[in-house]
């Protein structure tokens, strides 16, 4: 057992970053991993922390390794948002924690998961404390890509690139991690598209795996204009209801620790001069549920891609395993799809789901891109 074991499909980032934690003259003090959704980074970020913090640098087993990667280890700092933004607040309060001496482990390492969140502004602060670290400081920054972060950020970074794991190696973590049936894990894997997180979430929860076959049925279901905004209004109702169901525990259990700090029972009129923090706690949550709801809206539309995508291989007749082509259901789908249109509407349909995304990271109105993308999706003459 190594802290290695999880980060699945990324054998030469793996060399890399575990080699600088064997030696140090392989070691920098800023890093910047990058790789698309679900491949891992925040789950090699970890890792490689645990790596830095162990003696044997990284058995997995000791102490420094398993806190580290629980996050409960002293030295260090995780940050990820579910909002929109990292806030230069948060930012300000890191520098504070690099300049600290490590209290146990080796290093300070300080991983900031959402690094692509950070607005110019923000990034801006992080800049010389990138640039000029104190030695026992580990900064490990994630993104999608590097064109995700500042040219003055990146450049200060030693990059580390993560890949799409295969299907296949995805679905052999699940089964060790979740012990779910090969067969299920190897779907939801394929389903996900090797996104390691939904890949388990599919997996184990059959509800999971309802919903997003009703969202691919969505496309068969068109036929019309009428069809097209009736279910662009189920994707945000489905949207704004998973969001709410995500969110609600958590933000009342914030709220009611929020009021015991402040001394007030709940139920009490809040004295004028608190009211301010409890604003402020809304209004972040209103922006976490905003977030949520985009990110559940774009996985739809990345399903909706991936059974155009299977209709597409099917119309074409090419030789390529299908994403949804081991669930009888979502099968049937793709083949009435390809049955019933050419391969340049499905290109098309693919098109306008790409606009439809941009869109939405635009901030237009969720149900007025749904409702554009939809009718797109709709049969042509």
Same mark, same amino acid.
């Given at each position: 057992?190594?802290?290695?074991?999880?980060?699945?499909?990324?054998?030469?980032?793996?060399?890399?970053?575990?080699?600088?934690?064997?030696?140090?003259?392989?070691?920098?003090?800023?890093?910047?991993?990058?790789?698309?959704?679900?491949?891992?980074?925040?789950?090699?970020?970890?890792?490689?922390?645990?790596?830095?913090?162990?003696?044997?640098?990284?058995?997995?087993?000791?102490?420094?390794?398993?806190?580290?990667?629980?996050?409960?280890?002293?030295? /260090?700092?995780?940050?990820?948002?579910?909002?929109?933004?990292?806030?230069?607040?948060?930012?300000?309060?890191?520098?504070?924690?690099?300049?600290?001496?490590?209290?146990?482990?080796?290093?300070?390492?300080?991983?900031?998961?959402?690094?692509?969140?950070?607005?110019?502004?923000?990034?801006?602060?992080?800049?010389?404390?990138?640039?000029?670290?104190?030695?026992?400081?580990?900064?490990? /920054?994630?993104?999608?890509?590097?064109?995700?972060?500042?040219?003055?950020?990146?450049?200060?970074? =030693?990059?580390?690139?993560?890949?799409?794991?295969?299907?296949?190696?995805?679905?052999?973590?699940?089964?060790? =991690?979740?012990?779910?049936?090969?067969?299920?894990?190897?779907? +939801?894997?394929?389903?996900?598209?090797?996104?390691?997180?939904?890949?388990?979430?599919?997996?184990?929860?059959?509800?999971?795996? =309802?919903?997003?076959?009703?969202?691919?049925?969505?496309?068969?279901?068109?036929?019309?204009?009428?069809?097209?905004?009736?279910?662009?209004?189920? /994707?945000?109702?489905?949207?704004?209801?998973?969001?709410?169901?995500?969110?609600?525990?958590?933000?009342?259990?914030?709220?009611?620790?929020?009021?015991?700090?402040?001394?007030?029972?709940?139920?009490?009129?809040?004295?004028?001069?608190?009211?301010?923090?409890?604003?402020?706690?809304?209004?972040?949550?209103?922006?976490?549920?905003?977030?949520?709801?985009?990110?559940?809206?774009?996985?739809?539309?990345?399903?909706?891609?991936?059974?155009?995508?299977?209709?597409?291989?099917?119309?074409?007749?090419?030789?390529?395993?299908?994403?949804?082509? /081991?669930?009888?259901?979502?099968?049937?789908?793709?083949?009435?799809?390809?049955?019933?249109?050419?391969?340049?509407?499905?290109?098309?349909?693919?098109?306008?789901?790409?606009? +439809?995304?941009?869109?939405?990271?635009?901030?237009?109105?969720?149900?007025?891109?749904?409702?554009?993308?939809?009718?797109?999706?709709?049969?042509?003459?």
């Amino acid at each position: 057992m190594t802290v290695w074991d999880d980060v699945v499909g990324q054998e030469s980032a793996v060399e890399v970053l575990a080699a600088a934690a064997r030696d140090p003259r392989a070691m920098t003090h800023a890093w910047l991993v990058t790789g698309p959704p679900g491949s891992g980074r925040s789950v090699a970020a970890r890792a490689f922390a645990a790596a830095l913090q162990c003696p044997d640098a990284g058995c997995g087993t000791c102490h420094q390794c398993t806190t580290t990667l629980a996050g409960t280890h002293p030295d /260090l700092t995780v940050v990820a948002t579910d909002q929109v933004t990292i806030r230069i607040d948060e930012v300000r309060d890191l520098i504070g924690t690099a300049a600290r001496t490590p209290s146990l482990g080796r290093f300070r390492v300080i991983v900031v998961e959402d690094a692509d969140r950070m607005l110019e502004r923000t990034t801006n602060v992080l800049l010389k404390a990138i640039e000029e670290p104190p030695a026992h400081t580990v900064w490990v /920054l994630c993104a999608p890509s590097p064109q995700d972060v500042l040219p003055t950020i990146r450049s200060r970074c =030693r990059a580390v690139a993560l890949r799409v794991p295969p299907a296949e190696a995805v679905a052999e973590l699940v089964v060790r =991690r979740d012990g779910v049936d090969p067969a299920v894990a190897l779907a +939801a894997a394929r389903a996900a598209q090797s996104h390691v997180g939904l890949a388990r979430r599919l997996a184990r929860a059959p509800e999971a795996r =309802r919903r997003r076959s009703e969202v691919l049925d969505v496309a068969r279901r068109i036929r019309g204009v009428g069809d097209a905004v009736l279910a662009a209004g189920e /994707l945000a109702d489905v949207a704004k209801a998973e969001a709410a169901a995500s969110t609600t525990e958590r933000d009342a259990a914030e709220k009611a620790e929020l009021l015991r700090a402040l001394g007030v029972t709940e139920g009490e009129t809040l004295p004028p001069r608190l009211r301010s923090q409890l604003k402020q706690l809304e209004d972040d949550q209103k922006r976490r549920a905003k977030r949520r709801e985009r990110d559940v809206l774009d996985r739809a539309m990345v399903d909706l891609l991936s059974l155009y995508r299977d209709v597409l291989v099917l119309q074409l007749g090419a030789d390529v395993d299908l994403v949804n082509g /081991l669930d009888a259901a979502d099968l049937a789908v793709a083949r009435s799809l390809a049955g019933d249109s050419t391969p340049e509407q499905t290109v098309r349909r693919m098109d306008a789901i790409g606009v +439809a995304r941009e869109r939405l990271e635009g901030n237009v109105a969720p149900l007025l891109a749904l409702e554009a993308m939809a009718i797109a999706l709709r049969p042509q003459g």
